[in-house]
Antibody, heavy 125, light 106 residues
């Protein structure tokens, strides 16, 4: 079955750029009806959707739109997140996930599954 | 943004108890709501999609219901392995948003 795995540095200095990659195995990133998504979770807190990419232009959380960039690398079956000008508020566990969209009849179904195991990124000097 | 409010924030129950969590949306989201389970140190796992549909392989003691702005998630007979934090999530519109979570303890 499809599996996702995050990779990247666990420590980033303030004002620098956070760069993470999600490697997809067991299936193609080119498959239809799927968006490829980043979600984060500060320690002890809830989940925040960062953004997603399909084959076209990405979608971002409005609060992060000016700093976030999500892209696909179909040749490597990977997708990536870049977040610029990071601060301590960006310290979190970052998850990549597959978003599935289906329409059955007139009813849209959508969910996140599977998820990567998560990667803790700490912003500190 | 659609605000999702879960209650309670935490819940202590006993094995075999029936447990119900509620999730309220700030606007009508029809049935565009999912429920996830997150165990400590793990990534979230999809349990229920579109408010009431059980994900394949998920035990039948889990169920969900509701539409519009008010939703519920129920564990019919709590098991020790159900200790986790549970999140609702709306997909009516971007940005997708999650509830703040309900931490379930035994």
């Amino acid at each position: 079955q499809v599996q996702l795995q995050e990779s990247g540095p666990g420590l980033v200095k303030p004002s620098q750029t956070l760069s993470l990659t999600c490697t997809v195995s067991g299936g193609s990133i080119n498959s239809g009806s799927h968006y490829w998504t980043w979600i984060r979770q500060p320690a002890g807190k809830g989940l925040e959707w960062i953004g997603r990419v399909y084959s076209g232009s990405p979608d971002y959380h409005p609060a992060l739109k000016s700093r976030a960039s999500i892209s696909l690398d179909k040749s490597k079956n990977q997708f990536s997140l870049k977040l610029t000008s990071v601060t301590a508020a960006d310290t979190a566990v970052y998850f990549c996930a597959r978003e599935t969209w289906q329409v059955i009849g007139t009813t849209p179904y959508n969910w996140f599954a599977p998820w990567g195991q998560g990667l803790l990124v700490t912003v500190s000097s | 943004d659609f605000q999702m409010t879960q209650s309670p924030s935490s819940l202590s129950a006993s094995v075999g108890d029936r447990v119900t969590i509620t999730c309220q949306a700030s606007q009508d989201i029809a049935t565009y709501l999912n429920w996830y389970q997150q165990k400590p140190g793990k990534s979230p796992k999809l349990l229920i999609y579109s408010a009431s549909n059980l994900e394949a392989g998920v035990p039948s003691r889990f169920s969900g219901g509701g539409s519009g702005t008010d939703f519920s998630f129920t564990i019919s007979s709590l098991q020790p392995e159900d200790i986790a934090t549970y999140y609702c999530q709306q997909y009516e519109d971007l940005p997708y948003t999650f509830g703040q979570g309900t931490k379930l303890e035994i």
